[in-house]
């Protein structure tokens, strides 16, 4: 029997545990959790109004039920202490206490005086860290919703490794990051992990500080399987409950690291992918609600109801009322190899029901994990989005159900990645999902095309890779029109080419068929450019013998990444500004292949006679990635808060948008004589420039056909004769017609060319390469490639 006035009072207070249990197990585990709480009464009754008081700086139940006595004064926290006492009397608890398995560990000095006595056992290691979200966060923002992130500490906060999390704007109370950190190294003095929870101000004052939430990393070194899932930690302030935090933790010893075959079930729970095994179970999914959903029935109540499918097994919700439903309705399914789940979102007619979206639900996480919780978008076949839903899964497996090895892995849990893995059959084909962005407001939908993933365990093997949505991308026509599309693929990430790619026009379904040479293979919409090869890329201009190169920050992105900016030469009386800038929209790599070749140059040694000329009469201020978010995200066209930022430049704002809001401001500041936007085309085979002719002078028409003229004559790899509305009559109306609407979305004042033009008067281009090939000097095995598109790059020098 433990006392109902006694530690644990303190326990609730310290640990804001919400039942009696919980507090028992601080208590009685107290001295193997590293928990401090045994050491305050030694279970002496007569400490009892010690502990009420004690409780007083935690903030706990005593403290909040003393707040309605604040008259009796300092008697109060007794008298509150006191009906706690009443209120739970004393309960009985059977315990069981199981050693973790064995472990490198060392011997701690233990406490003095009366102090604990148990030893300090820790282990080195490597430690996963999945931070979910938050949950009833007090928000600092009176007028809006907050904006949460995150930065935690493993260690502490003055010698720890620092892991911030993304921003969720208008997260409010409530907010959700699913930020994965992997590797994260633990020594053996790393005793406890920090997250400090932040509201974003962007600038505009300094970031509020919420509160912080501690949690001893004993509790995944020693739990069963050295994994903790779905942990809710308390975030405090000032002794205050200021809301929870919700992370998963995994820990391996770095003694011995154990295999995914050793560890079994344990390690990988119902497996996934990329890990290549499956496991049988059971698949628990509770829908809990939907936001913001479509309103499509304008005369009476709308009923949205989801029709929810795993594998062939099939399951409806009850029908709720409004565009807000709360269902909180719980369905299982015995889940074999299915690694996705697909949600139906409908609404209820008189006649036939009308279909609202689907949602796509990666089940990778959930069979790895063991539990997960995802908002989700509501997505239609125009890749329109209809509100949100938010689900909450588990997976539990079949302790006596065999294992399935797949015939091969696939992965896409590395920088740059992007797909969905529905299913990998034994027949070596798998069923793949391009990844959408998030939904783009200016552009009304979720643009998704390009793909990356990398495939082990396939060598020799004839695999077909099909992707189900790809007629349903941002530009279907890409795939068939003028020329047909195929993928690339790669062994050293240094030499890519293409391989057989089929579009299906009636099932939308682009299939690559290829049997890979080694056991490693990495399959790519264009070959990727990634942040290390940024970083080695800023190395080499910087450090060149002989640079004139100087690197600055323009700023953080959304996620924290620097917007680099690389400076060639020193301005000066007459000198003109040049600025290149690439990878507005992420996925279009080429740009940033064609900005490297154009560094490069820039910066060889000796220099030739034209490099010597620009240095004597230009600036150049080059932005090799302007959206370095999107592309570690693997995004098509958007930031991490799902901006087309070639479209916002009219709107840009530090908030939203600080990649173009800080690029405009450095550009105020030196003046622009010319840009080049480095882009990339998905459909048309040919090298072209988009420049605003018919909306400026006679000046810049004539500077714009001399620089084309030039480009010309620099490389035979650039022609004018084809763009976006000329010469396409022969390939059917549809086209003319998408064409044509794309050319006029670049007459809005929000892209850069035409924004940058007017603001500074100067000849503003859009440099368009293909993501095909070069329809002029076709590559058969290479099509248009990272040499090519640097060669290109290299040659617009002399035609600047």
Sequence with gaps: HIP?????????????????????????????????VGRLTCGDGGHRPFVCQAAYGFLGDVMRASESMRALGPGRYDLAGALKYLELRSYRVRLQYREAPAVQRRAGGGGGGGGSSHCDTTASGMLRIVLHGAFGLKNHDVLSKQDP???????NSESGRRLKTRTHRGGGKNPVWDAVFDDVPVDEDAAELLVEIWDNDFGVTSDDFVGAATLSLRCVRDAPARRCDRLRVPVMLRGKHRGDVELSLAFESGDAVPTPAALGSQRVRGGDAALGVLFSGKLTLELEYGVGLSKVDYIGKQRPYCDISVGSQVASSSKKSGTEPVWNERFEFEAC??????????EEDTGRDDWLGTVHVDLSVVRTLGADRVRLPI?????ERHGMLQLSLKFDVDAGAPQRTLPFRIDAGFDGGNVQVMSIGDDCTARLRIR???YCETDKRCHFQCFNFKVHGAAGKQVTMVLTNAGQASYPDAWFEIEPYSAVVSYDQKEWLRVPTDFDVKTGELSIRHTPARDTAQYAFFAPFTQEMHRQLLAAVVGAPGSNAKHDVLCKSLDGRDVDLLTVGSAGPGKKSIWVIARQHPAETPGAFAVRGLLERLTRRPRDAT???LMDGAVFYVVPCVNPDGAARGHLRTNASGNNLNRIWDVATEKATPEVYH?????????????????????????????????????????LQEFRDAFKEATPHFQDVYGYIRNYQGHGKHLVDKLIMKAESLAQTGVAEVFVGRTHGCLAVTLEQPNKDDANHPDAMHGWSPDAAGALGAAMLDAV
């Design 4 to 36: 109902g006035g006694s530690t644990d009072a303190a326990a609730f207070s310290m640990h804001n545990t919400r039942s009696a249990e919980a507090a028992a197990l601080h208590i009685a585990l107290g001295d193997r959790l590293r928990l401090d």
């Design 436 to 438: 959408p962005d998030p």
């Design 379 to 383: 997505i239609d076949k125009d890749s």
């Design 663 to 703: 690029l405009q401001r450095h550009m105020r500041a030196t003046g622009v004589d010319l840009l080049i936007d480095c882009h990339a085309d998905e459909t048309l085979p040919y090298n072209f420039v988009s420049g605003i002719q018919g909306r400026i002078d006679g000046r810049l028409r004539g500077l």
């Design 337 to 346: 190899d299915e690694l996705c789940a697909m949600v139906e979102v409908m």
């Design 611 to 613: 490099i010597d000329a």
């Design 149 to 155: 992130y995150a930065i935690t500490y493993v260690g």
